[in-house]
């Protein structure tokens, strides 16, 4: 399936297909984030991980053509101000996707990112129809823990050396939601104040 391309807004914030003429911009910010992104950054085994933001955008792009995923910019005011990439969208009788992200540092702690997972979230339930959507996270990545708590994803256990990430096989906490724990959406819920996964 070929995704028709994005835009999904809530106060500041907006989401939107990433294209070719990012690249400039992502990579500036990819550059001044280093030492905030590197840690949890994912890398490939035996390789010399350098930054190649042109491949890197034009292999989202191919990746997102083929149905597998959809690569989002997260934008405040016109600005990019992070990423957030819908990874692994299978469809029949698992109907599930992965969500990955990041925020420039600047922007850290405003809720963008706890906002942009609610809107992603619903989108992968309501439009394309997802029954699942899982977020894995370093044990040791409190931010982004903080993120799935605040949301109520609930987790589902460990995965041991599960994804390569600053150089190393890492333990990753794999936590989700489905759609019938979300009777009135995720964003609705999250803004009501309640966080009631069972
Ligand atoms: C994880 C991350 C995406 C969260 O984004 P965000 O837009 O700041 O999310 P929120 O504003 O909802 O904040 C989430 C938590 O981050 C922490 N936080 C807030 N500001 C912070 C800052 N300046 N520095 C470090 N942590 C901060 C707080 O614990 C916050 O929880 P709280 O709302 O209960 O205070 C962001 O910290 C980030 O990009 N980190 C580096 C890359 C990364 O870890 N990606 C995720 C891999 S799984």
């Known amino acids: 399936m070929v995704f028709p391309s994005v835009r999904l807004s809530h106060g500041e914030l907006t989401l939107r297909s990433i294209r070719m003429r990012d690249v400039k ?44 995923g959809l690569p989002l910019i997260m934008e405040v005011g016109g600005q990019i101000v992070g990423q957030i990439n819908v990874s692994g969208i299978t469809f029949g009788s698992l109907s599930s996707a992965s969500i990955g992200y990041w925020v420039a540092e600047r922007f850290a702690g405003r809720g963008l990112t706890t906002t942009a997972v609610a809107l992603l979230t619903d989108y992968c339930m309501r439009v394309l129809g997802l029954h699942r959507v899982e977020i894995c996270i370093r044990p040791e990545n409190a931010a982004s823990l903080r993120v799935v708590e605040k949301l109520g994803f609930r987790f589902e256990g460990r995965r041991e050396r599960y994804i390569h990430i600053n150089g190393d096989w ?20 999250y803004l009501s104040g309640k966080t009631n996964t069972p």
């Open 25 to 68: 911009a992502l990579e500036r910010e990819l550059m001044f984030n280093r030492s905030w992104l590197r840690q949890w950054e994912a890398t490939n085994p035996g390789t010399f991980n350098h930054l190649d933001t042109k491949a890197a955008v034009r292999s989202l792009i191919a990746y997102g053509r083929s149905g597998g």
């Open 170 to 189: 890492r333990d990753h906490d794999c936590f989700a939601l489905c759609v019938d724990d979300l009777p009135e959406g995720l964003l609705a819920r």
